[in-house]
C-alpha cells in the first residue's frame, strides 16, 4: 500500500503539474507524400518552382489580344484569323499577332501575344481560318497567370500542420514527393483486473468483457498515435509490474486502465512511481466521472492511471492524454466540433468540481436541446447513445434546464 498522501487537484492544476515535470521531444521521420495523410508535418516547405509555371488558360475556346474584341456584339462582331492550335500537354509553338487567334484548351499553355481567352460560346466560326467574336474580353480574363496559385520560394506549408488531401494534391502539385513529419508517438495500454477477459471469450457471472483496451486504442489513432496494446494483467503485482516495465521501455506514454477498488489503486500508483522519477504527481483529479486518475511522469515519459469505468476513462483520456500526444507531435489539439445547444433537463454539480455530461441531440420546434443521457460511468451505452458532451465549470453549481450550453461533439 503506498502511503503518501495527495491533494486531490483542478484539472488545471493537474494539467500544470504534469507539463511542468514533462517536456515533449518530437522524433520525425521522412516518409512519401503520397503517404503522408492525417501526418504531422515537422519541417517548413517552400516552394521550390511557380505554379502554374506557364500561364494557362480556364476555358476551352481562343487565344486572342483582348484589345482586339473591344466593342464586340453578336450584331456587330470583332473578325479573327485562327493561325493554329496549342495541343495539351505541349509548349506553344505559335504567337500571336495583332487580328489573330488560337485555339487553346483548358488548362493549356497560352501563346506568347496573347492575353486573354475567349470562350467557345461567344464565338463563331465562320471557316477554317476565321472565327467571329460576339463578346469582348479584358486583359487576363480566362487565363491563370504564371505564379498565380504559389511564387517559387514562398511558404507553402508550415511544421505543425496536419496534412488533408488537399494538402497532399498540393504538394505534388510542386514536385515535392517526400516530407519530414512527426513520429506517431507509441501509446502502450495496459488494462488489468482478473474480471477482464476478451471481447471473443463468453463470460462468465462477475466477468466483463474488456472494452477500455479497444476504446482507448482508437482514442489514441484519432488523436495521431500509435497504440500497442499489452494484453489483460491479472490483479498481481509481479504481472503488473513486468507489463508496465515491458510497457515504459518499449512506448513514449504509457497508460493503465484498472479496477476501481482502493487497494487496486495503490498497487497501481506504487508500480508508477517504481518506473522512475519524478513518479506520482496527481493521484485525484476533481473531475466527474474520472476521480482517481493518476497522473505521473516516469524518467521523462508521461504515465496515467485511468479509471476502469468506460466513461471515467475517455474523459479523462480526452482532457489529458490527447493533448499530450498532440504535443509529442508537435501539433495543437484539433479542437473538436462544437454547436450551442438548450439543456433539456437541470444539471447539479458541486463546485470546485467539473463535470462532464454526456448528451443526445433532439430539435424542438426549430431549436436544438441537448438532452443528458444519464447513467453511471461504467455503462458504456451512455457514451454509445451520446452525441456529445457538456462540461460544467469547476465555479458551477450546476446548469439550469433551458439554459444555452456548449456541446463539444463526439
Not at 512511481?273 to 476521480?291: D, N
Not at 461504467?378 to 458551477?396: H, M, R, W
Request: hydrophobic residues 40%; contains cysteine.
Amino acid at each position: 500500500m503506498t502511503t503518501e498522501l495527495f491533494t486531490v487537484q483542478t484539472p488545471p492544476d493537474a494539467w500544470a503539474l504534469l507539463t511542468r515535470h514533462f517536456q515533449p521531444h518530437r522524433q520525425t521521420e521522412r516518409i512519401a507524400t503520397a503517404e503522408a495523410l492525417d501526418r504531422v508535418l515537422a519541417e517548413e516547405l517552400l516552394s521550390p518552382q511557380d505554379l502554374p509555371e506557364f500561364p494557362r488558360s480556364t476555358v476551352d475556346g481562343y487565344a486572342v489580344n483582348a484589345a482586339d474584341t473591344y466593342g464586340a456584339t453578336p450584331g456587330l462582331p470583332a473578325f479573327l484569323s485562327v493561325v493554329g492550335e496549342v495541343p495539351m500537354g505541349q509548349r506553344a509553338a505559335i504567337e500571336i499577332a495583332a487580328g489573330e487567334a488560337a485555339v487553346v484548351h483548358t488548362g493549356g499553355m497560352i501563346p506568347p501575344g496573347a492575353n486573354a481567352v475567349v470562350m467557345v460560346e461567344y464565338t463563331q466560326q465562320v471557316d477554317e481560318a476565321s472565327i467571329e467574336v460576339m463578346q469582348p474580353v479584358s486583359e487576363g480574363q480566362g487565363i491563370i497567370q504564371i505564379g498565380e496559385d504559389i511564387r517559387r520560394g514562398m511558404s507553402v506549408m508550415e511544421p505543425g500542420r496536419r496534412l488533408r488531401p488537399q494538402d497532399i494534391g498540393g504538394l505534388m502539385a510542386l514536385g515535392i514527393t517526400e516530407v519530414t513529419v512527426a513520429r506517431p508517438p507509441r501509446v502502450g495500454i495496459i488494462s488489468t483486473g482478473d474480471e477482464v477477459v476478451p471481447p471473443n471469450q463468453a463470460v462468465e457471472p462477475g466477468q466483463v468483457r474488456d472494452i477500455n483496451s479497444y476504446t482507448l486504442s482508437a482514442l489514441t489513432e484519432r488523436a495521431g498515435g500509435v497504440p500497442v496494446r499489452y494484453g489483460i494483467i491479472p490483479d498481481n503485482r509481479d504481472a503488473l509490474e513486468q507489463a508496465a516495465r515491458q510497457g515504459h521501455a518499449e512506448c513514449d506514454i504509457l497508460v493503465f486502465t484498472a479496477g476501481s477498488s482502493v487497494s487496486y489503486r495503490d498497487m497501481t500508483a506504487d508500480v508508477i512511481a517504481s518506473l522512475g522519477e519524478p513518479g506520482v504527481l496527481v493521484h485525484g483529479v476533481s473531475v466527474k466521472p474520472g476521480k482517481p486518475t493518476i497522473l505521473a511522469v516516469c524518467d521523462g515519459k508521461p504515465v496515467f492511471g485511468l479509471p476502469g469505468n468506460p466513461v471515467s476513462a475517455m474523459v479523462i483520456f480526452d482532457l489529458f492524454i490527447t493533448p499530450v500526444v498532440s504535443a509529442l507531435l508537435g501539433v495543437n489539439t484539433p479542437p473538436r466540433p462544437q454547436l450551442a445547444a438548450r439543456l433539456a433537463r437541470n444539471i447539479a454539480s458541486d463546485t470546485g468540481r467539473e463535470d462532464y455530461v454526456q448528451v443526445r441531440l433532439e430539435t424542438r420546434d426549430t431549436e436544438l436541446w441537448a438532452v443528458p443521457v444519464l447513467g453511471k460511468s461504467n455503462l458504456i451505452y451512455t457514451l454509445v447513445n451520446a452525441q456529445g458532451i457538456v462540461k460544467v465549470p469547476l465555479d458551477s453549481n450546476g446548469i439550469r434546464a433551458g439554459e444555452w450550453v456548449t456541446v463539444t461533439l463526439y
